[in-house]
């Protein structure tokens, strides 16, 4: 069977029309590496004092994903993963002075806005492929998402939870692509003990 070269950040930016970076955009991915600050080397999870986890945190990144459960397995090479999340905070007015007392109540769970492109690899129709997709979508059964980066929020399992599922109009593009766009959030397990 022969192979097609395709450029993924090409692809994406055919359907998304966002220019992907991570870091300083002049620098390109090279701000990412190890480098020296001053007189001390910058520890791989750190540049400039401030930490990759949060210099990452919000920022689209381009990174392969996998989708999965007990029956399906959906790998995604074409995809950008936003994480984002809200906590839950207690705002207590005193009187006679500025402002409120602030109490940090709940983390919220972590919310990741998918957008990525199904390639199919017969060059027809994802076919196959959105199957998958909309079989885990309504699957009962748990669901896990591998992502370098969804990783660094979800300790342990990497369960999720499937908000929704978009497959947006596509005009005279390639018909072996399918851009889609997904909403997902962690799914924690928690055991409740009653005494």
Not at 113 to 129: D, H, M, Q, W, Y
Not at 154 to 183: C, D, W, Y
Not at 184 to 192: A, K, M, R, S, V
Request: glycine fraction near 6%.
């Amino acid at each position: 069977m022969s192979h097609i070269s395709t450029d993924l950040i090409e692809v994406y930016n055919t359907y998304f029309q966002k220019p992907y970076h991570i870091g300083d955009a002049n620098r390109g991915l090279s701000s990412m590496l190890p480098y020296r600050v001053g007189d001390k080397e910058a520890t791989n999870d750190e540049i400039n004092g401030i930490k990759i986890k949060e210099m990452i945190n919000g920022r689209e990144v381009f990174l392969p994903i996998t989708l999965r459960n007990d029956k399906y397995n959906l790998k995604i090479a074409c995809a950008t993963i936003r994480v984002t999340s809200k906590k839950t905070i207690i705002r207590t007015a005193v009187s006679e002075r500025a402002g409120t007392i602030k109490e940090q109540f709940q983390i919220g769970d972590y919310v990741f806005n998918i957008k990525g492109v199904l390639i199919s690899e017969t060059r027809g129709f994802p076919t196959a492929e959105m199957w998958r997709m909309k079989a885990l979508y309504e699957s009962t059964s748990p669901v896990y998402l591998d992502n370098a980066l969804a990783e660094i929020f979800m300790p342990g399992e990497n369960r999720i939870a499937i908000e929704s599922l978009e497959f947006p109009e596509q005009e005279g593009k390639h018909i072996r692509m399918r851009p889609f766009t997904m909403v997902c959030e962690t799914d924690f397990i928690d055991t409740l003990t009653l005494k």
